[in-house]
C-alpha cells in the first residue's frame, strides 16, 4: 500500500512535507482529533488532502466561501483526485454526478457549507457514504473571538452527534488563544491534538509610517521599487480606484481590484499582476485570497487595517518566495477614529461590536508600539518569541530615544494606584489631564489626588507612555474585551522613588517622524 510519502509524490510531485504537516498527518490518520494552526500559506489543506486520499471513502470538507471551494475542487481535480463542491447553484444533472460519485464510493473530498452540512436531507443523502473524516476549513469562523465570525459555524456544535467516532480536524490561521479555546469548546474536541506552526516570517520587514502626504509617500516609494510587484491595500472601492488613478497619472503601472468589478475585469487584473504587466494592485481586502503569486516584494496598507488577524494574514502575501520583503502600514489617529465610528455605524448592537473595536484597538497598539514590531504581532498569536530585537523592523531598528521620565511615570503611576478598580487607558489620561469625563465624575475620580495634576501632557503622550510602562513591566494590562491598567510589584518602586524609569522622550510619539520611504 502506498504510503503518505509516496502519495505526496506521486499527487503533489514533492519529496518533502512542510512543517508539522507530517505529524498533523499523522495525528489525523491515528483517529484523533486534531486542531491544526499554521500560517497563511503554511499548507494547511495538504493536511486533511492526503489523509483523504490515504484513507478512501468520503472527506467532507466544510469551507465557507464558495470561490474557496472552487479553487481548491480546480486544483484536486487538475492532480486527478475525485473532488467535487456542493452549493446551491448546482444543476440537477451535477447533483446526480455528485450523489452519483457518493453512492459508488468514487468521490474522495466533498466540499459544502456549514447550512448545508446540517441539513437533515443532506445527512440523509450521505448515510450509504463512508464518511471517513471531516474537515473543518477557516475554524476560526466558529469563534467571535476570530476575525470572520460566521454564525453558521455555530450549527456545527452538532457535527461531533451527526458522525460519532469519525476524526474531526479543524484548521485556521488563527491562533489567538480565546479563539483555540472557542473552537475546542464549540467542536467539541476537547481532546483533540493540537500542533501549532510558527508565524514568524523571517524575510517580512514590518513599518509603521506616520499618514501624512500618503500619495507622495506612495509615489516615492514606488519610484524606489520599480522593478518590484507589491500590493496597496485600501479601506474602501473607491479608494482603490483614486489612488490607483493618482499612481498612473504618476506614471506607474498600477490597477485598482475590488469585488465591485465584473469578474472578467477582476480576472483580467489578477493575470496581469501575476504576469509582471502591472506593478501595483491597489485593492481593497478582496484581492489575495487564492492569489498565488511567489513575488510581491511590499505589500502597504493605505489605511488602517481593522484586525491584526487581517493585517497578518494580508503582508503574508508578500515574499511567499521565501526572499526579502516590505509590509508598510500608513497610520494615523485620523484614521483609528475614522475606522472606529465606521465600525459603530455598521453595527447592529451588541457583542460584536464590543469585539470588533477591541480588535481596532489591538491594531492601534501595533501601530503604536515603541517595541519590536514582529514581537508584537507574534505575542498577539499566542507565539513565544524570545529576542528582543528582531533586525528587521522599523522600531528595531531605530528604537525610538529614550529619556529620562521618572516625574511622568510617578504622576501615571500615582494615579493608577488611586484609582478605585482598574480603568482603560484613556480614563487614566483623562483624570491626569483633569478633563471633564462622565465616568471620571461618576466613580468620583475627581476627588483623587491625581485628579488634574498632569495638565502638561496631552492625552496621546501618555498613551504612548502607559503601553510603554506595560511593556517595561512597570504596570499591568488586563482584560480581553475592555483592556484596562493595573498595577504590578514594579507600581510601588517609581512611587517610592526606588527607580529611574526611561521612556520615550515626549516630543518624540510613539509614530516617529520617520517619513522617509
Ligand atoms: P494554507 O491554506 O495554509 O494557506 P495551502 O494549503 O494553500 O496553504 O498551501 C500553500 C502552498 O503550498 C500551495 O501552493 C500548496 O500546493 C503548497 N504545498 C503545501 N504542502 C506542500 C508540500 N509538502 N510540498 C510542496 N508544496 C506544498
Ligand atoms: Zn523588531
Given amino acids: 500500500m502506498a504510503t503518505i510519502h509516496d502519495l ?37 489543506s495538504l493536511c486533511y488532502q492526503l489523509p483523504a486520499l490515504y484513507l478512501g471513502g468520503l472527506t467532507l470538507v466544510i469551507s465557507p466561501l464558495i470561490s474557496l471551494m472552487k479553487d481548491q475542487v480546480d486544483d484536486l481535480q487538475a492532480r486527478g483526485i475525485p473532488a467535487a463542491a456542493w452549493n446551491s447553484s448546482l444543476d440537477q ?39 471517513r473524516l471531516i ?49 475546542r469548546q464549540q467542536l467539541k474536541m476537547e481532546c483533540a491534538r493540537e500542533f501549532t506552526g510558527s508565524f514568524n516570517r523571517k524575510n517580512l520587514r514590518y513599518r509603521v509610517v506616520p499618514k501624512k502626504n500618503p500619495l507622495v509617500f506612495l509615489a516615492d516609494y514606488l519610484g524606489q521599487h520599480r522593478e518590484e510587484s507589491g500590493i496597496v491595500y485600501c479601506l474602501s472601492r473607491s479608494e482603490t480606484e483614486t489612488v490607483a488613478g493618482d499612481l498612473q497619472q504618476r506614471g506607474f503601472s498600477a490597477a485598482a481590484y475590488h469585488a465591485g468589478l465584473s469578474r472578467q475585469e477582476r480576472e483580467r487584473v489578477q493575470e496581469s499582476f501575476i504576469r509582471d504587466r502591472v506593478q501595483v494592485v491597489c485593492a481593497t481586502v478582496a484581492f489575495g485570497m487564492g492569489i498565488d503569486k511567489p513575488d510581491v516584494r511590499f505589500v502597504i496598507h493605505y489605511d488602517l487595517p481593522k484586525t491584526l488577524e487581517g493585517y497578518y494574514q494580508e503582508t503574508g502575501r508578500a515574499g511567499r518566495d521565501g ?59 499566542g507565539e513565544d518569541y524570545p529576542e ?74 501618555y498613551r504612548t507612555w502607559i503601553q510603554e510602562m506595560v511593556r517595561q513591566g512597570f504596570l499591568s494590562r488586563a482584560g480581553e474585551q475592555y483592556p484596562v491598567i493595573g498595577c504590578t510589584t514594579r507600581t510601588d518602586e517609581i512611587v517610592r522613588n526606588r527607580c529611574r524609569v526611561m521612556l520615550p522622550a515626549p516630543e518624540d510619539a510613539a509614530v516617529r517622524r520617520r517619513a522617509s520611504p
Fill in 323 to 381: 526572499q526579502y520583503s516590505e509590509c508598510v502600514l500608513l497610520y494615523s489617529r485620523g484614521d483609528y477614529a475614522r475606522i472606529r465610528s465606521l465600525l459603530e455605524q455598521g453595527d447592529s448592537g451588541g457583542q460584536h461590536l464590543k469585539v470588533s473595536l477591541a480588535k481596532l484597538r489591538d491594531m492601534q497598539e501595533y501601530c503604536e508600539t515603541t517595541g519590536c514590531r514582529r514581537k508584537f504581532l507574534l505575542t498577539y498569536f
Fill in 93 to 131: 444533472k451535477e447533483r446526480a454526478r455528485i450523489t452519483g460519485g457518493i453512492s459508488d464510493a468514487n468521490l474522495r473530498l466533498l466540499f459544502i457549507s456549514p447550512e448545508k452540512c446540517l441539513q437533515p436531507g443532506f445527512l440523509s443523502s450521505l448515510a450509504t457514504a463512508r464518511v
Fill in 8 to 44: 505526496l509524490r506521486q499527487y503533489w510531485g514533492s519529496p518533502s512535507f512542510l512543517p508539522l504537516q507530517e505529524e498533523i498527518i499523522g495525528s489525523v490518520l491515528s483517529g484523533n482529533d486534531t486542531l491544526a494552526i499554521l500560517a497563511t500559506g503554511g499548507g494547511k
Fill in 388 to 461: 528582543e530585537n528582531c533586525g528587521s523592523c522599523d522600531t528595531c531598528d531605530h528604537p525610538p530615544e529614550m529619556t529620562d521620565c521618572t516625574d511622568a511615570a510617578k504622576l501615571i503611576a500615582g494615579c493608577v494606584k488611586q484609582l478605585p478598580r482598574s480603568f482603560g487607558i484613556d480614563l487614566i489620561a483623562d483624570v491626569l489631564r483633569g478633563s471633564k469625563n462622565e465616568k471620571a465624575r461618576q466613580y468620583n475620580l475627581t476627588s483623587l489626588p491625581a485628579y488634574g495634576t498632569g495638565k502638561k501632557y496631552s492625552k496621546a503622550q
Fill in 135 to 183: 474537515a473543518i476549513d477557516e475554524a476560526h469562523c466558529i469563534s467571535e473571538w476570530g476575525h470572520n465570525f460566521r454564525p453558521e459555524y455555530r450549527q456545527l456544535a452538532r457535527i461531533k452527534e451527526v458522525f460519532p467516532g469519525i476524526p474531526l480536524i479543524a484548521l485556521t490561521a488563527t491562533a489567538i488563544p480565546g479563539v483555540r479555546r472557542d473552537i
